[in-house]
C-alpha cells in the first residue's frame, strides 16, 4: 500500500476518533471513571505500578459492558490495561462461557469468582490464540479484574476497529480471507472458537492491512457444550459484514474451511500442548 494511501485512511480514522489525553497516575483521575476504580482495584493498580507495569495511565480506549480498556506506559512501553467492573456489568453475560468451560469448572459462582476466573481465561486464550499463528495482543500480567496486555497501536492511537476503518473490495477481501484463516487456526491449532467475533472486535492495522482479533475472553474450547452454535453465530458475523463488499459464501462451505486441516497444524499443535494454564505472569 502506497505512503498516500496510507495517510488518507489514517485521516479518516482519526477523523472519527477522539484524541487520547494522557494523565499521569493519580487516584482523583482513577476515582472519577464510571464504576470501574473500586478500591481494591486502586490497590491492584498500584501494586503494578510499583512493580513496572504501569508507569501512566491515560486515556479511555474502549468501554464496553463488562470492562473498560485504558491506555497506559510501562516498563514495556505502551500497554492497554483491561480492568473488568466488580461492581456493575453484565455479569450473567458472562456465565454461558466460564461456567461450562471445563477448564473453569471449579469455580464458585459469585461475581468476583467469575470475573477473577474471566481475566485469567482471556489472558491463557491470548496465549493460545498467539501461539497458533493468529495475530492478537501479547498478555503481559494478569491478577483478579486486571489485565495488563500489549498496546495494538501506535504512538497512543489504537487501531481502529474493522467497523471503523475505510476498504476498498481488494483491502475487504483480503482481510476477509485472513480472518477465516484466523477462526481456522484458532480451531485446528488453538481448539478455540472465538464466540463473539464480529466487526465490533476486529481490529485492522492499516499500515499492514492485517487483522488483529481482541475481546477473547469468551473464546471456548472445542468440548464446551455450546461449540456449535458459537462458530456458527461467528461465522454469520464475518458473513453479514462482509456482504457489503460483495463478498458472498456459503456457512457450510466456511464452516468447512474452518475445520480443515493441513500440514504444518501438527507442529502448532504440539507448541500449545506445552502451554502451562498458569503461563500468564500472575502478580499475587
Known amino acids: ?17 477522539d484524541k487520547n489525553r494522557t494523565f499521569k497516575k493519580d487516584s482523583s483521575f482513577l476515582k472519577a471513571e464510571e464504576n470501574v476504580f473500586d478500591v481494591p482495584t486502586l490497590k491492584l493498580l ?4 510499583n512493580k513496572g507495569y504501569i508507569t501512566e495511565m491515560g486515556g479511555s480506549i474502549s468501554t464496553g459492558k463488562e470492562a473498560n480498556v485504558f491506555y497506559a506506559t510501562g516498563n514495556e512501553g505502551e500497554v492497554a490495561v483491561k480492568i473488568y467492573r466488580l461492581t ?22 459469585s461475581r468476583k469468582d467469575i470475573v477473577f476466573a474471566w481475566t485469567q481465561k482471556e489472558a491463557q486464550n491470548l496465549l493460545r490464540i498467539r501461539k497458533a499463528g ?17 498496546f495494538m497501536g501506535k504512538d497512543k492511537i489504537p487501531f481502529p476497529l474493522l467497523k471503523d476503518t475505510p476498504l476498498d473490495d481488494a483491502d475487504a477481501q483480503n482481510l476477509f ?79 468447512d474451511r474452518v475445520k480443515e486441516r493441513n500440514e504444518t497444524d501438527e507442529l502448532f499443535e504440539k507448541e500449545l500442548e506445552e502451554i502451562d494454564e498458569t503461563d500468564s505472569k500472575d502478580i499475587s
Open 1 to 17: 500500500m502506497s505512503e498516500k494511501r496510507i495517510e488518507k485512511q489514517m485521516r479518516k480514522i482519526e477523523d472519527k476518533r
Open 46 to 49: 498500584y501494586t503494578l505500578a
Open 88 to 109: 456493575s456489568g453484565t455479569f450473567k453475560a458472562m456465565d454461558p462461557y466460564i461456567l461450562k468451560d471445563p477448564r473453569f469448572s471449579n469455580i464458585r459462582h
Open 134 to 150: 493468529v495475530r492478537a495482543p501479547r498478555p503481559i500480567v494478569n491478577d483478579r479484574n486486571v489485565l495488563v496486555m500489549e
Open 177 to 255: 480471507d485472513q480472518i477465516i484463516e484466523g477462526m481456522r487456526r484458532l480451531y485446528v491449532r488453538a481448539h478455540l472458537v472465538h464466540s463473539d467475533l464480529s466487526e465490533y472486535n476486529i481490529l485492522v492495522d492499516v499500515e499492514k492491512m492485517e487483522a488483529v482479533i481482541i475481546d477473547v475472553g469468551q473464546a471456548v474450547t472445542l468440548d464446551h457444550p455450546n461449540v456449535r452454535e458459537f462458530m456458527a453465530r461467528d461465522i454469520e458475523n464475518i458473513l453479514r459484514f462482509f456482504k457489503k463488499y460483495g463478498i458472498k459464501e456459503d456457512k457450510k462451505i466456511i464452516s
